[in-house]
């Protein structure tokens, strides 16, 4: 008989939560967010029997192999699950995107407004659109139609509240004809741009 999952060895990460009771110290402490619980929570909990095993047995009627594999928990916040889930995204962009050249942007917004996004959460879906638009705007002053794609992280480097965007576009465009023009991108601020969010929200 062979086992999976029932001497799971924990993950870097999870050793860092779990550590002198590091995690637990910290819920009790309060100020967490619900789905901040639900994801820490969910990735203590991954590869362990406490979301449950699957059993595989041999196809052949006198073989005495088993094997429990235990479950994972699916979530983005997981090293393990939100690897996954990160690889086959990019996998299927790929499929998706045209093959050309790409440049790499980030769209910032003022420190001062951090605090009212980090308490007003879904004006963030805002923050992408501003980027797009930005984007979209200067390029179709030039009659063409780039490739954009988007993703928003909340986060810096220190793990201190940064809301910002990284947007990738496409280095050209179709033209109103299908042709392909060569496209570039001056420094664009949104600055006014979100706080025309924030207006408009309140």
């Given amino acids: 008989m062979t086992r999976s999952g029932g001497d799971f060895q924990p993950r870097p990460l999870k050793r860092l939560f779990t550590a002198n009771q590091c995690w637990t110290s910290f819920l009790d402490a309060g100020g967490l967010r619900d789905i901040e619980v639900e994801a820490v929570t969910k990735m203590l909990a991954c590869g362990t029997r406490i979301l449950g095993v699957k059993k595989y047995n041999c196809d052949k009627p006198d073989c005495p192999h088993v ?19 990160t690889d086959l995204w990019i996998a299927t962009q790929l499929n998706r995107l045209p093959d050309c050249d790409w440049v790499h942007l980030v769209f910032t917004l003022p420190d001062t407004l951090w605090p009212v996004f980090e308490s007003n959460r879904w004006l963030l879906n805002d923050v992408c659109r501003l980027a797009v638009e930005n984007l979209l705007y200067a390029a179709r002053k030039r009659g063409l139609e780039p490739g954009i794609f988007c993703a928003i992280h909340t986060y810096g480097r220190r793990l201190n509240w940064h809301p910002h965007v990284h947007v990738s576009v496409t280095c050209g465009g179709l033209n109103k004809h299908g042709q392909w023009k060569k496209l570039s991108f001056l420094k664009t601020r949104c600055v006014h741009g979100g706080c025309g969010i924030c207006g408009s929200s309140f």
């Fill in 67 to 85: 094997r429990y594999v235990t479950n994972s928990c699916g979530s983005r916040a997981c090293p393990s699950c939100g690897k996954k889930a």
